[in-house]
C-alpha cells in the first residue's frame, strides 16, 4: 500500500482525534464545579472500562496504526491513565505524533500479526483489513463509548458533536432548475 494510502488513513483518524479532543473540552466545560476525576471513572455498564480508559484506547489505535507504518511492532494493549488530567495529556501527545505522522512518508505494510496476550491469541490479517477491519473499529467503539458514557452523565452532547469533522462541509441546498 502506498505512503498516499497510510497518510490518508492516519489524516482521518487525526481527525477523529481532534473530535474526542473537542468533546472532552466541552465536557469539562459543562462539568463545571464537580469532580473531573468522577467523571473519567464513569463506565456505561459495571463490566466495561471507565472513560479515562475509553480515550486511551482510541489515542491507542492511532499509535499503533503509526507505529505500524513506521515499521514498529508495538504492544497491542491499553495503559491507562488514573485521572482526567491524565486522559487529556495522553490524547495530546497520541494526537501530536499522529498529526506529525501524517507528512512523515508512511507506508502500510501487507500484512499484520497481532497478538492478543490478555485472551492469549492471535491473529493475521492484510495491511488493508488491519486498518479497515481492526484499526477504525476499535477506533469508533472507544470513541462512541466515551461518547454514550458523557451522555450517561447528563451532559449535553449530540450528533453534531461527534461528526464535527463534516460540519465545515455542510451547505444549503441549492433549488433544483426547472
Known amino acids: 500500500m502506498s505512503d498516499t494510502d497510510a497518510s490518508q488513513a492516519l489524516a482521518l483518524i487525526v481527525s477523529r482525534l481532534k473530535t474526542l479532543s473537542a468533546m472532552l473540552d466541552k465536557a469539562e466545560g459543562l462539568w463545571v464545579g464537580r469532580d473531573l476525576d468522577m467523571l473519567a471513572a464513569a463506565r456505561v455498564a459495571p463490566d466495561m472500562h471507565p472513560l479515562s480508559w475509553q ?3 482510541t489515542v491507542t489505535q492511532a499509535e499503533l496504526f503509526l507505529g505500524w507504518c513506521q515499521g514498529e511492532d508495538r504492544s497491542n494493549s491499553v495503559t491507562a491513565p488514573d485521572s482526567w488530567s491524565a486522559a487529556k495529556a495522553m490524547l495530546a501527545k497520541g ?3 499522529a498529526e506529525a505522522g501524517v507528512t512523515a512518508g508512511l507506508v502500510m505494510p501487507e500484512k499484520r500479526h497481532i497478538r492478543l496476550e ?6 493475521d490479517l492484510s495491511g488493508q483489513r488491519y486498518l479497515d477491519d481492526w484499526i477504525l473499529p476499535n477506533l469508533y467503539f472507544h470513541l462512541i463509548t466515551m461518547y454514550a458514557i458523557l451522555r450517561m452523565q447528563g451532559l ?6 461527534f461528526m464535527a469533522h463534516v460540519i465545515g462541509d455542510i451547505r444549503p441546498i441549492q433549488p433544483q432548475p426547472v
Open 156 to 161: 449535553e452532547f449530540g450528533k453534531a458533536d
Open 55 to 57: 480515550v486511551a484506547a
Open 118 to 123: 490478555a485472551i492469549g491469541m492471535c491473529l
Open 95 to 97: 494526537l501530536a505524533d
